[in-house]
Nanobody, 119 residues
Framework: QVRLVESGGGLVQPGGSLRLSCVAS????????MGWYRQTPEKERERETV?????????NYADSVKGRFTISRDNAKNTMYLEMNNLKPEDTAVYYC???????????WGQGTQVTVSS
């Protein structure tokens, strides 16, 4: 079992910045990929991939956030981050942390943190 706890969301003006954190606990040694996803009320059945990072540090981003967001991991602190710059109103969503392990059912989610970009 893996437990994920996000923090760092909030209200920010367009053009502003936020940093999200996701602390992992439990059977974290088996995690091979982590990622950030987001969901809006208009798309209740979809979680959009924002960025993912492998245990080796390789990162991939959605086209909509390339050049503005940076995903990183601090293995010593069991924490993943999402640095978000030049935020836009369309970035408004609930952001979720995800971790995957090789075991069947090894797909874990945090509780989500709200990011609102508005003037």
């Amino acid at each position: 079992q893996v437990r994920l706890v996000e923090s760092g969301g909030g209200l920010v003006q367009p053009g502003g910045s936020l940093r999200l954190s996701c602390v992992a606990s439990g059977d974290i040694g088996r995690i091979y990929v982590m990622g950030w996803y987001r969901q809006t009320p208009e798309k209740e059945r979809e979680r959009e991939t924002v960025a993912i990072i492998t245990s080796g540090g390789s990162a991939n981003y959605a086209d909509s956030v390339k050049g503005r967001f940076t995903i990183s991991r601090d293995n010593a602190k069991n924490t993943m981050y999402l640095e978000m710059n030049n935020l836009k109103p369309e970035d408004t969503a609930v952001y979720y942390c995800n971790a995957e392990t090789p075991q069947p059912g090894g797909d874990y989610w945090g509780q989500g943190t709200q990011v609102t970009v508005s003037s």
